[in-house]
């Protein structure tokens, strides 16, 4: 499960930092196609390694059941969000720039 929170995490902490002030939602998923191309193809990736018996066997990984794979996602998610707040407050004065 650490190796997919980690790999989740650092997708979704790219996405919010394409931008120093701007928020994702605003600038929009394609406005970078091939960065959205990488993240779905790393994303892709992950779940091979997760789902496929070969790549179980390679990376000594286990499928992860759908309450596991939630966490992970929760966990990636989080700092997603964390990075969007302090974008917003960074563009409301209220934080550092």
Known sequence: MVFTVLTLAQL????AIR???DSLFSMGLWS???????????T???LAIL??????RIFKTAPLD???????VSGA??????????KWMVRRRLGHA
Do not use: D, W
Request: glycine content about 2%.
């Open 44 to 46: 892709l990736l992950q």
């Open 12 to 15: 979704a902490h790219v996405l």
């Open 51 to 56: 789902y496929v018996p070969a790549l179980n």
């Open 19 to 21: 931008s120093e002030r």
């Open 66 to 72: 759908a309450a596991e794979l939630a966490v992970c």
């Open 77 to 86: 998610a989080v700092i997603f969000f964390a990075v969007e707040i302090e």
């Open 32 to 42: 970078n196609r091939l960065l959205l191309g990488a993240v779905v193809a790393t």
